[in-house]
């Protein structure tokens, strides 16, 4: 016993009064197993609380070693905590891991005590496989927020080469304060200024006065709708128009105005910019595609044509994104309901198949751009294949169902555990496919490939998607 622990200090009296029924009630109440053994180590009775399955198995290891029921790197811990209550009476606690006959480890602390002046001793376990729970949870936490730090910091590169690059001035206004709190080079260029020195002065500036009521009126229409038309201003160092355009943006439960201003002069001067603006969209890592409403290309990168296997941007170009982006029936209609609905999608995982049969996960944030008439599509799809994620939900839970069935095995006949493993496999593929779709049943049969009557069928035999509004 180390220096801070502590024993009771009425070793005689109350407790001299304990039979040996009442020993038993209090080891069984200070563990989750417990397990009597002889001075060879051998388990010679067992207590176990609560109905759990995994500790009703334990029966088996009565009358084997204690050490041949645990996993191989924790039987030196079994021999010491054996060596500590020869010696002391009373052994530190240990945790040791061990095999239950379905395969699976069962994860214990025991402290082990000697019975009375006699061999035997009794080994107290408390369970802790909802502790290693909560440790796998954190750490798969702890990998999810890592994975999100690094996820954001690509998308602010991103967010700052196109900042940087874009030949049209940009301003980022605080809607609550109106002062700047971000400009790029360009807006630095059309107020003669560094862009530095424009972060903080409040908006509007430099503009004409006959302006100043043109902005106000602009930006009433932005704080109601979320966009305005695109207005013209004139400022007081320019002979010339400026093009506005505003629109609102929220993050974080703060509001800001995207101010855009062209000038002629500037949207000349700026080919230079738009060039190498091209350039770097062209060169990214991450697949880059436009399109129109209805899915055609008009441009793709060259990390697009790597994913679909083409050779020249001419063989995409015409052809409908769906051809090489995701799942049959199911992706490409979610994704284009979406953007109609909210005019922006982010962090949809879909997959590319390439020409000649290669696949990829990939991950996409699509942009609906209004263009009068005729709108278009801009999508980003990043390989996500060799990401380190964990698995999904349904994957463990489908693993923990299958590993309660295997311990059936002896108990029910192998016909019926393959009757009922097939259809709780079936029944879950049919809920990762309504989930899929968005509960498109349609889409959800197209996925699964079966037709929609047999769908139906399958889904009132498992009672799925009773408390769901179906789409069809």
Same mark, same amino acid.
């Given at each position: 016993?180390?220096?801070?622990?502590?024993?009771?200090?009425?070793?005689?009296?109350?407790?001299?009064?304990?039979?040996?029924?009442?020993?038993?009630a209090l080891v069984h109440a200070a563990s989750d197993v417990a397990l009597?053994?002889?001075?060879?180590?051998?388990?010679?009775?067992?207590?176990?609380?609560?109905?759990?399955?995994?500790?009703?198995?334990?029966?088996?290891?009565?009358?084997?070693?204690?050490?041949?029921?645990?996993? =191989?790197?924790?039987?030196?811990? /079994?021999? $010491? @905590? &054996?060596?500590? *209550?020869? !010696?002391? %009476?009373? #052994?530190?606690?240990?945790?040791?891991?061990?095999?239950?006959?379905?395969?699976?480890?069962?994860?214990?602390?025991?402290?082990?005590?000697?019975?009375?002046?006699?061999?035997?001793?009794?080994?107290?376990?408390?369970?802790?496989?909802?502790?290693?729970?909560?440790?796998?949870?954190?750490?798969?936490?702890?990998?999810?927020?890592?994975?999100?730090?690094?996820?954001?910091?690509?998308?602010?590169?991103?967010?700052?080469?196109?900042?940087?690059?874009?030949?049209?001035?940009?301003?980022?206004?605080?809607?609550?304060?109106?002062?700047?709190?971000?400009?790029?080079?360009?807006?630095?260029?059309?107020?003669?200024?560094?862009?530095?020195?424009?972060?903080?002065?409040?908006?509007?500036?430099?503009?004409? =006065?006959?302006?100043?009521?043109? /902005?106000? $009126? @602009? &930006?009433?229409? *932005?704080? !109601?709708? %979320?966009? #305005?038309?695109?207005?013209?201003?004139?400022?007081?160092?320019?002979?010339?128009?400026?093009?506005?355009?505003?629109?609102?943006?929220?993050?974080?439960?703060?509001?800001?105005?995207?101010?855009?201003?062209?000038?002629?002069?500037?949207?000349?001067?700026?080919?230079?910019?738009?060039?190498?603006?091209?350039?770097?969209?062209?060169?990214?890592?991450?697949?880059?595609?436009?399109?129109?409403?209805?899915?055609?290309?008009?441009?793709?990168?060259?990390?697009?044509?790597?994913?679909?296997?083409?050779?020249?941007?001419?063989?995409?170009?015409?052809?409908?994104?769906?051809?090489?982006?995701?799942?049959?029936?199911?992706?490409?209609?979610?994704?284009?309901?979406?953007?109609?609905?909210?005019?922006?999608?982010?962090?949809?995982?879909?997959? /590319?198949?390439?020409?000649?049969?290669?696949?990829?996960?990939?991950?996409? #944030?699509?942009?609906?751009?209004?263009?009068?008439?005729?709108?278009?599509?801009?999508?980003?799809?990043?390989?996500?294949?060799?990401?380190?994620?964990?698995?999904?939900?349904?994957?463990?839970?489908?693993?923990?169902?299958?590993?309660?069935?295997?311990?059936?095995?002896?108990?029910?006949?192998?016909?019926?555990?393959?009757?009922?493993?097939?259809?709780?496999?079936?029944?879950?593929?049919?809920?990762?496919?309504?989930?899929?779709?968005?509960?498109?049943?349609?889409?959800?049969?197209?996925?699964?490939?079966?037709?929609?009557?047999?769908?139906?069928?399958?889904?009132?035999?498992?009672?799925?998607?009773?408390?769901?509004?179906?789409?069809?």
């Amino acid at each position: 016993m180390n220096g801070l622990a502590k024993t009771f200090d009425a070793r005689v009296g109350a407790l001299n009064a304990l039979d040996s029924q009442s020993v038993a009630a209090l080891v069984h109440a200070a563990s989750d197993v417990a397990l009597i053994l002889d001075q060879d180590g051998i388990i010679r009775d067992i207590a176990f609380s609560g109905a759990d399955t995994h500790l009703a198995e334990t029966r088996a290891w009565l009358g084997q070693g204690w050490v041949d029921t645990v996993t =191989p790197e924790t039987q030196d811990k /079994v021999r $010491e @905590l &054996l060596r500590e *209550v020869s !010696t002391a %009476g009373v #052994s530190s606690r240990r945790h040791v891991n061990h095999i239950t006959p379905a395969g699976t480890e069962l994860p214990v602390a025991y402290t082990v005590v000697r019975l009375g002046a006699g061999q035997n001793a009794v080994a107290i376990g408390r369970d802790l496989r909802s502790a290693a729970l909560q440790q796998q949870r954190l750490v798969e936490a702890q990998q999810a927020m890592e994975r999100d730090y690094w996820r954001m910091r690509h998308i602010e590169t991103r967010y700052r080469l196109l900042f940087q690059l874009s030949s049209e001035a940009v301003l980022i206004v605080d809607v609550a304060t109106m002062k700047i709190i971000d400009a790029n080079p360009a807006a630095g260029l059309l107020f003669s200024l560094p862009a530095k020195r424009l972060v903080g002065r409040n908006f509007p500036l430099e503009l004409d =006065p006959g302006s100043e009521q043109r /902005v106000a $009126e @602009l &930006l009433a229409t *932005v704080r !109601t709708s %979320g966009r #305005s038309e695109d207005g013209r201003l004139r400022l007081r160092s320019r002979d010339e128009d400026v093009r506005v355009g505003v629109s609102l943006v929220r993050q974080d439960g703060t509001s800001m105005f995207l101010i855009r201003l062209v000038t002629e002069g500037l949207e000349h001067a700026g080919g230079s910019h738009d060039s190498r603006l091209q350039d770097a969209m062209r060169e990214m890592p991450d697949a880059f595609v436009v399109s129109d409403m209805d899915g055609k290309i008009f441009t793709a990168n060259r990390a697009f044509l790597d994913l679909a296997q083409l050779a020249t941007e001419e063989q995409a170009r015409g052809q409908l994104v769906s051809r090489w982006v995701g799942r049959p029936g199911a992706d490409w209609p979610v994704l284009l309901g979406t953007l109609r609905e909210h005019g922006v999608v982010r962090l949809f995982n879909s997959s /590319v198949r390439g020409e000649y049969g290669s696949t990829a996960e990939v991950e996409a #944030s699509a942009v609906m751009a209004p263009a009068g008439a005729h709108p278009s599509i801009g999508i980003v799809l990043r390989d996500v294949g060799r990401r380190l994620a964990s698995g999904p939900q349904g994957a463990r839970d489908l693993t923990i169902a299958v590993e309660q069935l295997t311990g059936l095995v002896g108990r029910v006949g192998l016909r019926d555990l393959v009757r009922d493993t097939v259809d709780l496999v079936e029944r879950h593929f049919i809920e990762a496919a309504l989930e899929l779709t968005g509960h498109n049943r349609t889409s959800a049969a197209e996925v699964l490939g079966v037709s929609r009557q047999s769908l139906y069928v399958k889904l009132r035999r498992y009672q799925l998607g009773a408390g769901v509004r179906p789409k069809e």
